[in-house]
């Protein structure tokens, strides 16, 4: 399975390298995607929100567990519907689509530049699907979903640097 924290890194890390994307967040579904973009700030759009992948091993035997992780990320600006004109609307779709491209661009950069334990090297850019999303939470831009397919052991080893015990109340696991 790909880490929160590897897909919180990622956000920021497009943020910083993508021109007109202004922050990014990470959500676990819809009631909480709508609780952060409520507490954001209008200079925070265009952000990019990424949503925690579901994941579905596939595994022959037990040597050899595989994750199917499927993404989805939003490029998304805040609108005022009640006074925005027809042409304001072509203008925000046209501006999304563009910072949409460049993350689409970003991400075929890091599938090519990194290591092999990178989970992006496996990204198929024949299997992306972009949509625009329309007064989805009273936002505007697109969509960006996909499928990637990581190991379990990259798993477990990427893991090493999570405490190996961890406390829930009075309990230790």
């Known amino acids: 399975m ?6 919180f890194q990622l956000g920021q ?8 994307l202004n922050s990014s967040i990470v959500v676990v ?39 199917n992780n499927r993404l989805m990320f939003f490029i998304l600006k805040r609108i005022n519907y009640s006074n925005r004109t027809y042409e304001q609307e072509l203008t925000d779709f046209q501006v999304s689509q563009i910072i949409t491209q460049k993350f689409f661009d970003y991400l075929i950069q890091r599938k090519l530049q990194y290591d092999s334990c990178n989970p992006l090297r496996e990204l198929d850019p024949d299997r992306v699907l972009i949509d625009p999303e329309y007064n989805f939470l009273s936002c505007d831009g697109h969509s960006i979903s996909f499928q990637l397919e990581k190991n379990h052991s990259e798993w477990t080893q990427s893991t090493k640097l999570l405490p190996t015990t961890f406390t829930w109340g009075s309990e230790e696991f």
């Open 2 to 7: 790909i880490l929160v924290s590897d897909l």
């Open 29 to 67: 579904e819809e009631s909480h995607f709508r609780k952060r973009l409520g507490a954001m700030k209008e200079s925070d759009f265009p952000t990019l929100v990424a949503v925690m992948p579901s994941a579905q091993s596939n595994a022959r035997d037990v040597d050899n567990i595989k994750w």
């Open 13 to 20: 890390d497009a943020t910083a390298h993508i021109e007109g």
